[in-house]
């Protein structure tokens, strides 16, 4: 499978990209800048020699791949996409976005945002698929390769075609354990629980994660 990454500079897309390129997908790094992200494949192929992966601009990297990861600041990712809706009509695209603020040595929700990034997105992109996943899985632990991942992954969706895409390439990843939590407008909810694991990292010097119990 082809799968995107915008931005696949940052911390979270790199790691994702690392991860899901570990496991026999092709891998398109998109960056507003080209040499940017061809700086990036190198950085990646360094850590992962056999990796496929490939560096583009954002529209290129829409248009060829066939999943995409929006792993951009929520500050841009509505106009960001705003650009690239004909790139991704018809296609899975799975948002990572926290609306999250850092002040007074604490980190908090946007409270100017009040509804769910990805709810707004589907709003937006209203001939592509959206899933919001990934926010509770630090790019520390996707980044160790040598070790298998043991999370559970919390997901939001509406259509039961974009769920089963989803699932589909989850299934590919070893150590992931997909749990279904609502429709898209109730990510608000885990977009809130995103500062609440920072602050603890910050305060242990840890990297934490939520596991559901009892299913």
């Known amino acids: 499978m082809n799968i995107g990454f915008i931005s696949g500079t940052g911390n979270e897309g790199k790691a994702l990209a690392l991860r899901f390129g570990m496991n026999e997908h092709t891998i398109l790094i998109g ?18 020699n056999d990796i496929n992966i490939h560096g583009f601009n954002y529209q290129d990297t829409a248009k060829n791949s066939d999943v995409i990861f929006l792993a951009l600041p929520y ?35 946007d409270p100017n945002i009040p509804s769910s990034v990805s709810e707004n997105l589907s709003n937006i992109l209203i001939n592509s698929m959206i899933v919001s996943s990934f926010h509770t899985i630090s790019h520390t632990d996707l980044n160790k390769i040598d070790h298998e991942l043991d999370h559970d992954l919390l997901y939001f969706v509406n259509e039961e075609n974009s769920e089963s895409i989803f699932l589909e390439l989850i299934n590919t990843v070893k150590g992931l354990n997909p749990i279904k939590c609502g429709t898209l407008d109730l990510s608000l909810l885990i977009e809130s629980q995103v500062p609440l694991l920072l602050n603890i990292n910050k305060n242990y010097n840890k990297s934490t994660s939520l596991k559901i119990k009892g299913l």
């Open 75 to 109: 500050t841009v990712v509505e106009n960001t996409v705003l650009d690239l809706k004909e790139e991704l009509k018809g296609k899975l695209v799975i948002d990572t976005s926290v609306p999250m603020i850092f002040q007074k040595g604490k980190f908090t929700r």
């Open 31 to 48: 960056s507003r800048n080209k040499d940017k992200s061809d700086s990036t494949v190198v950085e990646i192929k360094s850590i992962l």
